[in-house]
């Protein structure tokens, strides 16, 4: 190995040899010399160790998802990053955000949270407040650039739309988080990839239907009806748990009747003693459509869920 100068710039891991001693033995000086030279290595070698200690010591990036559908985007587009966790705030449970009351648990991870991702639109106004409490939070809004439909927040439930989502999500922590940048910009590309692949599988598998009138239980599915050419007749419960009245009933009936709509869809999360007293009046079938804010903590979550929905829509309206 090439001798190098004390003092020279060093690398970690890299050895300064002595000056050879002159023929006739030791002087006091190359005594010296010798000396220093052991020094600098020792000090490099703990100076590396440091720094290694440091490296892997070093509190990881603490990124916080405010519900479901958010969480599974996340988990995909951080997979594999070194020194990062991922946390829901909300319980899946939890469904849409509409009226939920955040718990002191809820508080603590807002407070210790790095970032936030959130989906906009005004779904999570119960964080107004709280995120006060967490002034450090860089906050990511998934939906951002995305026109929305009268103010409706369910961005998400749309296939193309939660690709544009996560390519949002993963521009944003790109920005934050400079190490892991490019592998957050390519896991958000292929993740996309892989929701846009869906949302052509749909609208393959949808072809052949000729009834596109349908009602749901919610406003959760207006991006999704656009997507793939439904036409949402009616929605019987315009909040989750506020039943119509018997009027609102009577005219949903009605309406049923006379656009000939065969399915009222459900949601998985929610009653649906409203849907079936418009069923038995009108013969209507009930079937189930997912709007993805609750399921399984797994990457390929909200595929499988879309899939579960072709399904359905297939089963009752070919």
């Known amino acids: 190995m090439a001798a190098r100068f004390v003092g020279a710039p060093l690398a970690c891991g890299e050895l300064v040899e002595p000056p050879a001693p002159p023929a006739r033995g030791f002087t006091l000086a190359s005594t010296r010399s010798l000396v220093l030279c052991c020094c600098v290595n ?77 989906n906009g639109g005004g779904l999570e106004a119960f964080l107004d407040k709280a995120r006060r409490q967490a002034p450090r939070a860089k906050v990511i809004e998934a939906s951002a650039g995305i026109e929305l439909l009268e103010g409706n927040p369910h961005v998400w439930v749309s296939p193309e739309l939660a690709a ?49 009138n349908i009602i749901t239980l919610h406003e959760a599915f207006p991006y999704f009806a656009r997507e793939f050419g439904f036409n949402i007749a009616a929605v019987v419960e315009r909040e989750p748990g506020a039943a119509p009245g018997a009027r609102e009933l009577a005219d949903t009936i009605a309406l049923v009747r006379e656009k000939k709509v065969r399915a009222l869809f459900v949601e998985p999360q929610y009653p ?47």
């Open 164 to 212: 544009r989502q996560a390519e949002t999500i993963g521009a944003g922590l790109a920005r934050l988080d400079a190490p892991n940048a490019e592998l957050y910009r390519r896991n958000a590309a292929a993740y996309a990839a892989q929701l846009r692949a869906q949302a052509e599988k749909m609208r393959a598998g949808l072809k052949g239907i000729a009834s596109r």
């Open 272 to 318: 649906a003693r409203s849907a079936e007293v418009i069923a038995r009046a009108t013969g209507a079938q009930i079937a189930v459509l997912d709007p993805a804010v609750t399921g399984p903590v797994a990457a390929g979550a909200y595929l499988q869920i879309m899939e579960k929905n072709l399904a359905e829509l297939q089963r009752v309206l070919k």
């Open 42 to 118: 020792l000090s490099r070698t703990i100076v590396c160790a440091l720094l290694a200690a440091t490296a892997a010591g070093a509190a990881p990036l603490r990124i916080v998802t405010t519900f479901y559908p958010l969480h599974i985007a996340a988990l995909n587009i951080t997979s594999n990053a070194p020194n990062v966790s991922v946390i829901n705030l909300t319980p899946p449970t939890s469904g849409c955000l509409h009226d939920y009351q955040l718990t002191p648990a809820d508080l603590a991870r807002l407070i210790h949270a790095d970032v936030l991702i959130v």
